[in-house]
């Protein structure tokens, strides 16, 4: 998995602006990066987004923006409580709209 996304470089002018390549094992088109619609490989995806939930060592489920989750009895309903805080790059918050808008 790791070889599908290879960093080809990192640059950094007198603005501080960081730039990252990437080399994707296809083309997927940047213009759609809503998250219902972007098909893409899936490390391109923790490049973009950060998930609710993050993979461990030997696949342990941590926390990711939810700092804690619940299951229910028949698991099928699962209960997410996002950290505070947070906010996305444009400055708007990270809240419970945000998340369902994403998995809409």
Same mark, same amino acid.
């Given at each position: 998995?790791?070889?599908?996304? /290879? /960093?080809?470089?990192?640059?950094?002018?007198?603005?501080?602006?960081?730039e990252?390549?990437?080399? /994707?094992?296809? @083309?997927? #088109?940047?213009?759609?990066l809503?998250?219902?619609?972007?098909?893409?490989?899936?490390?391109?995806?923790? $490049?973009?987004?950060?998930?609710?939930? !993050?993979?461990?060592? #030997?696949? +342990?489920?941590?926390?990711?923006? $939810?700092?804690?989750? @619940?299951?229910? #009895?028949?698991?099928?309903?699962y !209960?997410?409580? /996002?950290?505070?805080?947070?906010?996305?790059?444009?400055?708007? !918050?990270? #809240? $419970?709209? $945000?998340? +369902?808008?994403?998995?809409?």
């Amino acid at each position: 998995m790791c070889a599908s996304l /290879l /960093l080809t470089g990192c640059t950094h002018d007198q603005h501080q602006h960081k730039e990252v390549k990437v080399s /994707l094992v296809r @083309e997927f #088109n940047p213009s759609q990066l809503d998250a219902q619609a972007f098909d893409v490989p899936m490390p391109v995806y923790s $490049a973009i987004y950060q998930p609710l939930v !993050t993979y461990g060592e #030997n696949g +342990k489920i941590e926390p990711g923006l $939810a700092k804690s989750w @619940e299951v229910s #009895n028949n698991g099928k309903d699962y !209960t997410f409580h /996002l950290k505070h805080n947070i906010k996305f790059n444009d400055g708007s !918050t990270f #809240n $419970a709209k $945000a998340v +369902k808008f994403s998995y809409g």
